[in-house]
């Protein structure tokens, strides 16, 4: 069975950081991107950071470019996310997911199984 589960979600100050964990099993993790999303209440999912565990290329939305880290352990079966200097508007349920192909997208429709997410607040 194909599980996702996400952890490492809390309330943050503005400007501080968190670290997010999406451990993954029941599928060959070495083959495939992972990808997180967030949503915001009464907004549209959004694509945030994505990598390929086979040929470790990474990409980043825009808003979060430069402040968000992705990072992967394949010992582990796990995708991390790495979020410094957090601001309010990153304020959200955050989602992992497992890409259909191995190459990576921010396109929601690029991926299958989801987690159940993890919230992330931010006061500011």
């Known amino acids: 069975e194909v599980q996702l589960v996400e952890s490492g979600g809390g309330l943050v100050q503005a400007g501080g950081s968190l670290r997010l964990s999406c451990a993954a099993s029941?599928?060959?993790?070495?083959?495939?991107?992972i990808g997180w999303f967030r949503q915001a209440p009464g907004k549209e999912r959004e694509g945030v950071s994505c990598i390929s565990n086979v040929d470790g290329s990474t990409y980043y939305a825009d808003s979060v470019q430069g402040r968000f880290t992705i990072s992967t352990d394949k010992s582990k079966n796990a995708v991390y996310l790495q979020m410094n200097n957090l601001k309010p508007e990153d304020a959200a349920v955050y989602y992992c997911a497992i890409g259909r192909y191995h190459y990576c997208s921010l396109y929601s429709d690029a991926f299958g199984s989801w987690g159940q997410g993890t919230a992330v607040t931010v006061s500011s």
């Open positions: 029941g599928f060959r993790f070495d083959d495939y991107a």
